[in-house]
């Protein structure tokens, strides 16, 4: 069952340890490592696929119920955040994985797509994911106790489960991302080690495993800092609220970063 | 009320990479499929969702995967979120995963703050390379104060203990939620000179 390699902490019974139990016979080693390779690089574009379809379907969802009906209790364009551009650039590394994987077969050159969206990647995802956590999550937090949007929400879930059933509440469509971009490192590992490191695809393939894990973490590093910028908005009474808005995030960094030290 | 409204109870999985987070997401999954038409790979798959009955009540628990998460530690906070239960996943044949937990205790108290909290060893049927013992476990639960509200045994090889547990937790959930409802009703109606006239009270208490 393909759908078992990735699996964090059972590989050894759900992938049988071809390393040992072939041991000796080099040819068949060599079959199973790069049946193991497509297989995992065939996982790879299928998880993209439905990760793109989810995003289009949120968006189409959005976009229908919203003309229909009014939701006049949720704001979208704080909910929705750059999930466009992040949509855009899932759907063109996931089109150009698949053309590499159709034209080149086992030579594809996984390694070399990524490499060539590292930085974009890195960039959209940390504006999506610091927003996620630092605007969208508390504004969620705000609708549980507001009938209407809670109501609101509640028809936006059906219509999402309606399409796509794994799709259960707006949260756990508006997430994907962030779940999305930590994957990539995980997938970039699985497929390097059932990588040949004399495949032109190798050395290439650790270099993206390391630009991606950085991207992670620059990601996590900005969500680190963006919160606490709101921390400390936060502290400030209500009222005081909008007159804060105004100063300028550089300055309220500074203090927040003086203040943490 | 046309349908009685089941409730959601959001529940995350943590602990190190490699303990088998996802494998239990995935024999959570799976083990559902009934039907050929329902059936279909967890590909792709962060979140699930399964009804348990626990004694006259339904209650809904939608199980998160973390796919990645363990490793960045300001995303792992948006991941916490909203989450009504955790589970604490270790490897029984690894000592450290298990030792470091606390560490993702703290994390769970702090983003999650009333998520119930259980503890799970997986990879039970390695039977003879188990290194943490009961007493551990036990002990674990000590030092957190009782904060841990259930230990379970699991092996998503066999799939042993593994609906066990979530039955489990889906009662516990159901059971906290009821007299937390009750002790709201209370609040409220401590302060209500008259009874409300007529209105009957939501049946559904969870």
């Known amino acids: 069952d393909e759908s078992d390699f990735w699996d964090d902490g059972d590989d050894n019974f759900e992938e049988p340890d071809y390393e040992t139990s072939l041991a000796g016979v080099n040819g068949e080693q060599d079959q199973r490592k790069k049946q193991l390779r497509e297989a995992r690089l065939r996982e790879m574009l299928a998880t993209e696929e439905e990760y793109v379809r989810d995003l289009e379907t949120l968006l189409l969802v959005v976009n229908l119920t919203s003309a229909k009906t009014s939701f006049r209790a949720i ?151 963006l919160n606490l910028v709101y921390k400390y908005r936060g502290d400030v009474d209500h009222s005081l609220h909008a007159k804060m808005r105004r100063v300028s995030l550089h300055s309220i960094a500074k203090k927040s970063a003086r203040m943490s030290t | 009320m046309a349908s009685v409204k089941v409730p959601e109870q959001k529940i995350i999985l943590c602990g190190e990479y490699g303990v088998g987070k996802s494998s239990l997401f995935r024999r959570y999954a799976t083990n559902t499929f009934v039907t050929a038409t329902d059936r279909k790979s967890t590909l792709g798959l962060d979140h699930y969702e399964k009804v348990y009955l626990t004694g006259d009540k339904n209650v809904k628990l939608q199980l998160w ?4 998460m363990e490793r960045v530690a300001s995303i792992t906070s948006s991941y916490y979120k909203f989450a009504e239960g955790a589970i604490l996943v270790f490897a029984l044949d690894n000592p450290d ?9 703290l994390d769970i108290v702090t983003y999650a703050e009333n998520a ?16 943490v013992t009961d007493a551990d476990m036990e002990n674990f639960c000590e030092q957190c104060h009782n904060l841990i509200s259930g230990i379970y045994k699991t092996s998503c090889k066999t799939g042993a203990g593994v609906e066990e547990m979530f039955a489990d937790i889906a009662r516990q959930l159901c059971d906290s939620n009821r007299s937390r409802k009750e002790l709201e009703t209370m609040n409220k109606d401590s302060f209500k000179v008259t009874p409300p006239e007529g209105e009957p009270e939501d049946s559904c208490l969870c």
């Open chain 2, 116 to 131: 119930k909290i259980f503890l799970c060893g997986n990879k039970y049927d390695l039977k003879s390379q188990i290194q």
């Open chain 2, 97 to 105: 995963s298990f030792n470091i937990l606390s560490q993702h205790l």
């Open chain 2, 65 to 68: 995967d973390t796919g990645g």
């Open chain 1, 75 to 225: 704001d979208f364009s704080v909910l929705l955040g750059n999930i466009q551009e992040v949509l855009e650039v899932a759907k063109r590394l996931m089109e150009t994985l698949e053309s590499e994987q159709q034209n080149m077969e086992e030579q594809a050159q996984v390694g070399e797509v990524f490499l060539q969206f590292a930085s974009e990647l890195c960039q959209v995802y940390k504006t999506y994911c610091s927003t996620y956590s630092v605007e969208v999550l508390p504004l969620l937090k705000k609708y549980e106790s507001c009938e209407a949007a809670t109501e609101e929400l509640g028809r936006l879930a059906q219509e999402l489960h309606l399409k796509r059933p794994h799709l259960l509440t707006l949260n756990t469509a508006l997430i994907k991302p962030v779940q999305r971009i930590l994957k990539y490192p995980l997938y970039l590992s699985k497929l390097m080690e059932s990588t040949e490191s004399s495949h032109p695809d190798y050395c290439n393939l650790h270099k993206a495993l390391v630009c991606l894990e950085e991207a992670s973490r620059d990601v996590n590093e900005y969500t680190r800092s």
